[in-house]
Antibody
Framework: QLQMQESGPGLVKASGTLSLTCSVY??????????WGWVRQPPGKGLEWIGN???????HYDPSLESRVTISVDWSRNQFSLRLNSVTAADTAVYYC???????????????WGQGILVTVAS | HSALTQPASVSGSPGQSITISCTGT?????????VSWYQQRQGKAPELIIF???SRPSGVSQRFSGSKSGNTASLTISGLRAEDEADFYC??????????FGSGTKVTVL
């Protein structure tokens, strides 16, 4: 049974770096069947796709965040991480880690989600 | 890519059918058969209910169905139930190898 759990600081100072980790249980992340990524949701607002990685490819990121964001993978710990630099109050959101299924022919985007973690950027 | 356009709210009585639209461009909705829909109940993570325009993951009710015409995708909920009350988001693959979400629609069961 897949479980995905976000962890990291709930409070980040403005202009600093937001760093979150998603621990994956129940399946190896080193797989040709899954994309691993992040989605965020500002309080009271809609969903925003941040980006994802595939095991043998570079990450794909939303153009509006691309200059500030990196998604990396730690195969040995079965975890992947999000780093977002130069944060402002606009980056305050619930951050979800996500998994896409890839069959080699079709894709089920964002099929699995973590429970989410609220990160507040404060001055 | 700008967020896809959805109505802010849609409502219906139990047993009725409702349809939520999702309008994009030829660079996203209109260009790919990769539109997904997500249901988000209050305080919970979203759940995938439709992928590739009209496919349902295992376990998702047949009352949910999807379609697409040109740059607009649609989600229909038939036989509306109180438990369907939630926020619904569409999403599409884009020409930049990214994904974009819709603005979200609040469904109210009267």
């Amino acid at each position: 049974q897949l479980q995905m759990q976000e962890s990291g600081p709930g409070l980040v100072k403005a202009s600093g770096t937001l760093s979150l980790t998603c621990s994956v249980y129940g399946t190896p992340i080193r797989s040709e069947s899954y994309y691993w990524g992040w989605v965020r949701q500002p309080p009271g607002k809609g969903l925003e796709w941040i980006g994802n990685v595939f095991y043998n490819e570079n990450g794909h990121y939303d153009p509006s965040l691309e200059s500030r964001v990196t998604i990396s993978v730690d195969w040995s710990r079965n975890q992947f991480s999000l780093r977002l630099n130069s944060v402002t109050a606009a980056d305050t959101a619930v951050y979800y880690c996500t998994r896409d299924f890839w069959s080699g022919y079709y894709r089920r985007p964002l099929e699995d989600w973590g429970q989410g973690i609220l990160v507040t950027v404060a001055s | 890519h700008s967020a896809l356009t959805q109505p802010a709210s849609v409502s219906g009585s139990p047993g009725q059918s409702i349809t939520i639209s999702c309008t994009g461009t030829t660079s996203d909705v209109g260009g790919y058969e990769s539109v997904s829909w997500y249901q988000q109940r209050q305080g919970k993570a979203p759940e995938l209910i439709i992928f590739e325009v009209n496919s349902r993951p295992s376990g998702v009710s047949q009352r949910f169905s999807g379609s697409k015409s040109g740059n607009t995708a649609s989600l229909t909920i038939s036989g509306l139930r109180a438990e369907d009350e939630a926020d619904f988001y569409c999403s599409s693959y884009t020409s930049e190898n990214t994904y974009v979400f819709g603005s979200g629609t609040k469904v109210t069961v009267l």
